[in-house]
Structures are given as C-alpha cells and as structure tokens.
C-alpha cells in the first residue's frame, strides 16, 4: 500500500507559515499513528530561484507534471503578483488535475489560482476575510463566504488565511484516516483538536485580560467527562464562573456558546468510536453522554448531516477504497511538464 501523495505548488515569495502548515502535517512521518501516512511534495509551479516570504531558498524536486499527478494538490497562499496574475502553468495543472478526479486545495489566498483555474465558479469558497473584496470583484462566479474557517465543497476546498490552514489540513486527515488519528496529530501539535468550518474568521474581539488559554482547563476538564451528563452549570462551576461569565467567555474566545460545544465534542467522541470500535449505537450513545440512541441520532444528525450508521459506513467504505487506490503503482516522476 502506497502513501497518500500530497502536492504542495510552489510559488514565488511564499507566505512561510502556509508552507508550514502542510509540511507539519502531511510532511512530518507519522507512521506510528497511520501507516502509510502522507508524502508530502514540493512542486515548482513557475521558473525558479523561489524563495518564501521569510527569505529561505527553495529548490522543489518536483514540477507540474508532478503536480497533476498527486493524490491532493495543494495550493498555498500566494504573493499579491501571483494572486493577481498566477502563473499559466499552474491554471492548466489545476484544471488537469481536477479533471483527473483529483483532491484540489486552497489554503488562504491560494483561492485565486484555483478560481482563475474557473474550479469555483458556482462553488461556495472562502479564503482571507481582507481578501474578500477584491476577490469578490474578481471572480463574481464564485459564492464566496468570508466568514467562514473553511468549505468542504467534496473535491475542492479552501480555507481562510494563518490559524485556518491548520483547521483545513486537520479536516483533511480526518476524512483520510478518521477523527482519532486526526485528534493525536493535533494533539502533538498542541493545537484544538476540531474547530467547525462554520466558525466565524474573526469573531468579537476578546474581554480585557481574557484569552483562549483562560478556558483551557475547564475544556480539558469536559473532554476527560464526556460519558457523563454534563451540564452548563457544570461547567461553570469547574471554572469557578457564573454561567453567565462562562458563557461570555466562550462566545468571546471561541465564538460559541458552551452547549454548543459540548455537544460538539459528544458528536467528535462518537465519531471516533464509529470509526475504531463495533459498539452499537446505544452502546455510544452511553459513552459519549447522550443517554440513548435516539438523542445521539438528533445531535450527531444535526452536526455531521449524517446517521450514526451512515457514517460508519462511509468511513469504512473510504478506508477500503483508499487502500485500493494507494496499492495501485504510481508513474515515477517526469522532467518536463506536457499536461495533456
């Protein structure tokens, strides 16, 4: 079985941290936790020397030959003159490499080349919210969602810009290898396990002397607490806060409310026992707190848009059907990009 080949199209001036990003995620070996994990690729999408914002030198070993043919091609934030005009080479690649059925992504501003690319027309698609003008004014095809961390749009996603890069590629490995192995790797990366595409880029700015971090703890406390009936006035109480307080909190620091959330990790732990156990549903139901099988089905359809059973079977049916592709020879890598 082969490794899942992630792209990754190099430009001129790339913003360093999304480069980053996917390298610590897809690039760092993993096997312990998923074998085969990711490989991950560098590809020059126009003529070299390319360096990064931060002024490293980069000599990618692959081109856009390689490109079209990966498992995932992800397109990074891009230098103001690439989001204007990216680079012919790199438009057609992406057309190719959508019409070969593969997984198209865009992590921040890298949004543009995928639009000039005419993927997104009639999509929903995000990228950075100060980016939302201009790219509105640009590609009026495109139903764009400033708002939002990032769209799932099946074969084609994009994110918002910095911290939602890590938001996308965590969601990718969870499609890939499910909720577990995704939780561990951003447990190691000491960052939140799972935020929702849905959570808004910016959300109101946050009480004087109050950070994320001031919630830690009482989330941590939650999580270790899940099989048992959690209430909001719980909550409040680990924290040592009114509910009142507890809640303000929450929607200033993670722009949710506290029910939100627990009932979101609920559905996350139930996600992973579908995905790593054959308990039956009732049997979930009593371990990630929601009592019976019936309050599962209501939250978990609400959340992920699917039954418990249906997302079992589609994890599994992923799965296979990974390990299928990946166990099929991969064509070795080629000098000179022909597209055809």
């Known amino acids: 079985m082969r490794s899942h080949v992630v792209a990754v199209a190099v430009t001129d001036n790339l913003p360093i941290f999304e480069l980053a990003v996917p390298q610590e995620v897809f690039g760092t070996d993993r096997r ?6 990711y490989e991950m690729r560098l590809c020059a999408a126009e003529p070299g020397p390319l360096r990064t914002t931060g002024g490293s030198w980069l000599d990618p070993a692959y081109g856009l030959d390689d490109l079209v043919e990966a498992d995932t091609v992800l397109v990074p934030g891009c230098a103001r003159p690439t989001q204007i005009d990216p680079p012919a080479g790199l438009v057609e690649a992406l057309r190719v490499a959508h019409a070969r059925g593969k997984r198209i992504v865009g ?23 100060m980016n939302a003008q201009d790219f509105a004014a640009r590609f009026p095809l495109v139903d764009l969602d400033p708002r939002v961390l990032y769209v799932d749009e099946g074969n084609i996603l994009t994110s918002a810009g ?8 965590l969601h990718l490995v ?21 935020r929702a595409a849905d959570q808004t ?10 950070s994320p971090a001031d919630l830690g703890p009482v989330l941590e406390w939650a999580r270790g607490r899940l099989d048992q009936q959690l209430s909001v006035n719980d ?10 307080t507890l809640a303000r909190r929450f929607r200033d620091t993670l722009g949710t409310t506290p029910l939100q959330w627990l009932l979101e990790q609920r559905v996350r732990l139930a996600q992973e026992l579908l995905e790593t156990t054959d308990d039956p549903v009732e049997r979930i139901a009593h371990r990630t707190g929601f009592g019976t099988g019936a309050n599962l089905r209501q939250h978990f359809g609400r959340i992920s848009g699917m039954t418990p059973q249906t997302y079992r079977h589609v994890f599994r049916f992923r799965v296979a059907t990974a390990a299928r592709r990946t166990s099929l020879p991969r064509p070795t890598p080629s000098g000179s990009p022909t597209l055809r």
């Open 162 to 169: 910095t911290a939602a890069a890590i938001d996308l590629c």
């Open 32 to 37: 312990d936790i998923a074998d085969p994990w």
């Open 107 to 129: 992590i921040c501003t890298g949004a543009y080349a995928i639009a000039a690319a005419g993927l997104l027309d009639g999509r929903r698609a995000t990228t950075h919210w």
């Open 174 to 194: 969870r499609q890939d290898h499910g909720a577990a192995v995704a939780h561990e790797v951003a447990r190691r990366m000491v960052v939140a396990p799972h």
């Open 201 to 210: 880029q910016y959300p109101a700015p946050p009480v004087r002397g109050v």
């Open 235 to 244: 909550l409040a109480r680990a924290a040592n806060l009114s509910p009142r």
